[in-house]
């Protein structure tokens, strides 16, 4: 029977229908029109690392009385998600993901109306980097632009949490002045807020910083970190006290192969070794935000800052081969030789620090470019084999581990047989040798305390 002809009404002395057939005709077509539904979709997008954000909690709930329709779904691998049989109505959608919190930001919701079969394509997104800042930083008084590290301090054993934990950063500033060269140690400081969010504005962007934070007694080590050209860093800390297990697994970065007896060490803690299938644990790791440094022969060496914690994921560390390093470098140097050779003749001038040129190393006759070393006074090979390592006279103690650069890059961790394998001595260009005080701002890593060596390839 059609929908009408059930309808009741009444008629006048005319005949005419009474007013009650049309209120109740125009309910019934309200009724009809709500139950009208279509597939509500769109997609959530990280703006900070610029990719799709998987397994946000997203979700749609009615804002009016038209409907009482609420649902719940998880964003895909692509950051796409859907709701099928959405009621005509106005609805409040947002989303819910681990990165809000660690960025300090509540959960992010917009409006969106369903009418007539018809729903908008709707993007959610984590806020830019520029946006970020601008919020965070401005709002404390920091000069606009200013980079921004930001993140959570948790518990390494809970995994909750920690409010109260010291967050600081430090960097080393140089400026030239006529009256020489001065050296200043900068630090930025911040308290964790309740949920664990802390935020440190203000720090060099690139560049490099040393991060630490502190809890009673309970600590992170000190970790180097890379802040990006965007200027936004997220950094999470863990703080706790005692040992837990690490584990992870080696491979090759070009591959995937995994790669067996590779060397794992925490830094200035236990040692492990990669098993045959490149997985490796370290059952002692002290808890908290670590550096986790990793060797292989024929790879370079791979550091990176990890969080040793209780239930932690395991780490996957990818390794670079010393020739797909070597081809990165050649083409970072040739994109501007010329200018660089200019610099490293303009530096050569200046008085501070000792030059090898190409001349001078061709006139050596070596086999191997750390036969070089003990040619050029304050520099020292010490130990045999692969424990050999090259030190140079320090500032604050006898002897130190000088930084080493490769056509501009600094090169973390090399060994003298690392050197050997990157950078043969018919292909140099020049070599610059640096003691603490004496290095242009380019060859100071922040906190350095020990010298530098620069080499410069064809």
Same mark, same amino acid.
């Given at each position: 029977?059609?929908? &009408?002809?059930? &309808?009741?009404?009444?008629?006048?002395?005319?005949?005419?229908?009474?007013?009650?057939?049309?209120?109740?005709?125009?309910?019934?077509?309200a009724?009809?029109?709500?139950?009208?539904?279509?597939?509500?979709?769109?997609?959530?997008?990280? !703006?900070?690392?610029?990719?799709?954000?998987?397994?946000? &909690?997203?979700?749609?709930?009615?804002?009016?009385?038209?409907?009482?329709?609420?649902?719940?779904?998880? !964003?895909?691998?692509?950051?796409?998600?859907?709701?099928?049989?959405?009621?005509?109505?106005?609805?409040?959608?947002?989303?819910?993901?681990?990165?809000?919190?660690?960025?300090?930001?509540?959960?992010i919701?917009?409006?969106?109306?369903?009418?007539?079969?018809?729903?908008?394509?709707?993007?959610?997104?984590?806020?830019?980097?520029?946006?970020?800042?601008?919020?965070?930083?401005?709002?404390?008084?920091?000069?606009?632009?200013?980079?921004?590290?930001?993140?959570?301090? %948790?518990?390494? %054993?809970?995994?909750?949490?920690?409010?109260?934990?010291?967050?600081?950063?430090?960097?080393?500033? *140089?400026?030239?002045?006529?009256?020489?060269?001065?050296?200043?140690?900068?630090?930025?400081?911040?308290?964790?807020?309740?949920?664990?969010?802390?935020?440190?504005?203000?720090?060099?962007?690139?560049?490099? &910083?040393?991060?630490?934070?502190?809890?009673?007694?309970?600590?992170?080590?000190?970790?180097?970190?890379?802040?990006?050209?965007?200027?936004? *860093?997220?950094?999470?800390?863990?703080?706790?006290?005692?040992?837990?297990?690490?584990?992870?697994?080696?491979?090759?970065?070009?591959?995937?192969?995994?790669?067996?007896?590779?060397?794992?060490?925490?830094?200035?803690?236990?040692?492990?070794?990669?098993?045959?299938?490149?997985?490796?644990?370290?059952?002692?790791?002290? *808890?908290?935000t670590?550096?986790?440094?990793v060797?292989?022969?024929?790879?370079?060496?791979?550091?990176?800052?990890?969080?040793?914690?209780?239930?932690?994921?395991?780490?996957?560390?990818?390794?670079?081969?010393?020739?797909?390093?070597?081809?990165?470098?050649?083409?970072?140097?040739?994109?501007?030789?010329?200018?660089?050779?200019?610099?490293f003749?303009e %530096?050569?001038?200046?008085?501070?620090?000792?030059?090898?040129?190409?001349?001078?190393?061709?006139?050596? %006759?070596v086999?191997f470019? !750390?036969?070089?070393?003990?040619?050029?006074?304050?520099?020292?090979?010490?130990?045999?084999?692969?424990?050999?390592?090259?030190?140079?006279?320090?500032?604050?103690?006898?002897?130190?581990?000088?930084?080493?650069?490769?056509?501009?890059?600094?090169?973390?961790?090399?060994?003298?047989?690392?050197?050997?394998?990157?950078?043969?001595?018919?292909?140099?260009?020049?070599?610059?040798?640096?003691?603490?005080?004496?290095?242009?701002?380019?060859?100071?890593?922040? *906190?350095?305390g020990?010298? !530098?060596?620069?080499?410069?390839?064809?």
């Amino acid at each position: 029977m059609p929908l &009408l002809a059930a &309808l009741p009404y009444s008629e006048d002395a005319t005949g005419r229908k009474g007013e009650s057939t049309v209120a109740t005709a125009a309910a019934a077509a309200a009724r009809a029109t709500t139950m009208r539904s279509t597939t509500v979709r769109g997609a959530v997008f990280d !703006s900070v690392a610029a990719r799709p954000l998987s397994g946000a &909690l997203v979700q749609l709930v009615s804002a009016d009385n038209q409907s009482e329709f609420s649902a719940t779904v998880l !964003s895909d691998s692509a950051g796409e998600y859907a709701f099928e049989r959405v009621p005509d109505g106005r609805y409040t959608l947002g989303f819910f993901h681990a990165m809000l919190d660690s960025l300090g930001l509540e959960p992010i919701a917009r409006e969106v109306r369903v009418t007539g079969q018809a729903a908008p394509y709707t993007e959610l997104a984590i806020p830019s980097p520029a946006t970020l800042r601008r919020a965070i930083c401005e709002a404390r008084g920091a000069q606009s632009g200013s980079a921004l590290v930001t993140g959570l301090v %948790r518990d390494a %054993r809970s995994g909750n949490p920690l409010g109260g934990a010291k967050v600081a950063g430090e960097w080393v500033e *140089l400026s030239f002045a006529k009256g020489g060269m001065s050296r200043r140690t900068i630090r930025r400081e911040a308290t964790s807020s309740e949920n664990g969010w802390y935020a440190l504005c203000g720090v060099p962007a690139p560049g490099s &910083l040393v991060l630490f934070a502190k809890r009673e007694r309970d600590s992170t080590a000190y970790v180097e970190v890379e802040v990006p050209k965007t200027g936004f *860093l997220r950094q999470e800390l863990s703080v706790g006290a005692g040992s837990g297990p690490l584990r992870g697994t080696a491979v090759s970065a070009a591959t995937g192969q995994p790669l067996p007896g590779a060397q794992v060490t925490i830094e200035r803690g236990p040692t492990a070794r990669a098993d045959a299938s490149g997985a490796f644990a370290i059952a002692d790791a002290p *808890l908290g935000t670590r550096t986790l440094e990793v060797r292989a022969v024929g790879y370079y060496p791979e550091r990176r800052t990890v969080n040793v914690a209780e239930g932690a994921a395991p780490v996957r560390v990818a390794m670079q081969t010393y020739q797909s390093v070597i081809d990165t470098l050649k083409v970072i140097a040739n994109y501007d030789r010329f200018s660089r050779i200019e610099e490293f003749k303009e %530096r050569s001038r200046s008085g501070l620090g000792q030059f090898l040129t190409a001349e001078a190393i061709a006139r050596r %006759r070596v086999l191997f470019t !750390s036969e070089l070393f003990p040619v050029v006074p304050g520099l020292f090979l010490e130990g045999y084999g692969a424990e050999q390592k090259l030190t140079m006279r320090g500032l604050t103690e006898e002897r130190c581990v000088p930084f080493v650069y490769l056509n501009g890059s600094l090169m973390q961790g090399l060994t003298p047989a690392d050197i050997d394998l990157l950078v043969r001595p018919e292909q140099i260009i020049g070599i610059e040798v640096y003691r603490e005080s004496q290095a242009p701002p380019q060859f100071v890593p922040p *906190l350095a305390g020990c010298g !530098s060596i620069a080499f410069w390839t064809r």
